[in-house]
Structures are given as structure tokens and as C-alpha cells.
């Protein structure tokens, strides 16, 4: 049961992680001068950091199976964060939507679920 609060912390910390870098990279699209057709980029580094947390708080949660553990929170997190934004917006996820980029965000949970089962507590 313990784990599970654990995990459930984890995600919560991620969803807070990425809402934060995404209001900053908006507030940064709406001050600056940064080009707007980026903004595709600016989420993926976005979903790619709070993948990297949440690869690395799982992998040093289970203390093994870092890659496989990292990839599957990591996609938990995906789907969460992309079921509320279409919850949101009222639009459905399409199979188009879901395209080669979002693999990038999930090599980062795998990759930091290898560092963080290498960790010590």
C-alpha cells in the first residue's frame, strides 16, 4: 500500500512539474519574442522533463527493471496529461495525434528509470 501512495506521489509531482513548465513556456511565447510555430517543441521538452522525474522517481522506487519500469510509468503519465487535455477541450484523441514524437519523452522516462534504479536511497 505504501508503494502505491508512493506511485501515486510520483505522478502527482509529474503532472505539477509539467503544468508548471508549460505555463512558463507560455508565459514565455506571450512575453518574448519566441516564434509560436515551436510550440509543439516547447511541450515535448516539457513532457520529456517531467518524464525524465517521473523515469527516475519509479526507477528508484522498484530498484529494479528501471528501463521497463521508467517507459511504463512514463506512458501512464502520457496518457494521463493527454485524457485531461482532451477532457478539457472537448476533443478526442486521435490516432493522428498520438504520433513519433511522443517516443522522445518516453526514451527519457526509460533512460532516467535506468539512472534512478542505480541510485542509492
Not at 9 to 30: H, P, R, Y
Not at 43 to 68: D, E, H, P, Q
Not at 72 to 86: E, P, T
Request: charged share 10%; hydrophobic share 55%; glycine share 12%.
Amino acid at each position: 500500500m505504501e508503494r502505491t501512495f508512493k506511485l501515486i506521489k510520483g505522478t502527482v509531482i509529474s503532472i505539477v512539474i509539467f503544468a508548471v513548465m508549460s505555463l512558463l513556456a507560455g508565459l514565455l511565447l506571450a512575453v518574448t519574442g519566441l516564434p509560436e510555430r515551436y510550440g509543439s517543441v516547447y511541450l515535448m521538452i516539457t513532457f520529456s522533463i517531467a518524464c525524465a522525474f517521473m523515469g527516475l522517481y519509479v526507477g528508484n522506487l522498484f530498484g529494479r527493471n528501471g528501463l521497463l519500469s521508467g517507459i511504463v510509468f512514463s506512458a501512464v503519465f502520457l496518457g494521463i496529461v493527454l485524457i485531461v487535455v482532451s477532457l478539457c477541450f472537448r476533443a478526442f484523441i486521435s490516432t493522428e495525434a498520438l504520433t513519433f514524437q511522443y517516443l522522445i519523452p518516453l526514451s527519457f522516462g526509460g533512460i532516467f528509470g535506468i539512472i534512478g534504479t542505480n541510485l542509492k536511497n
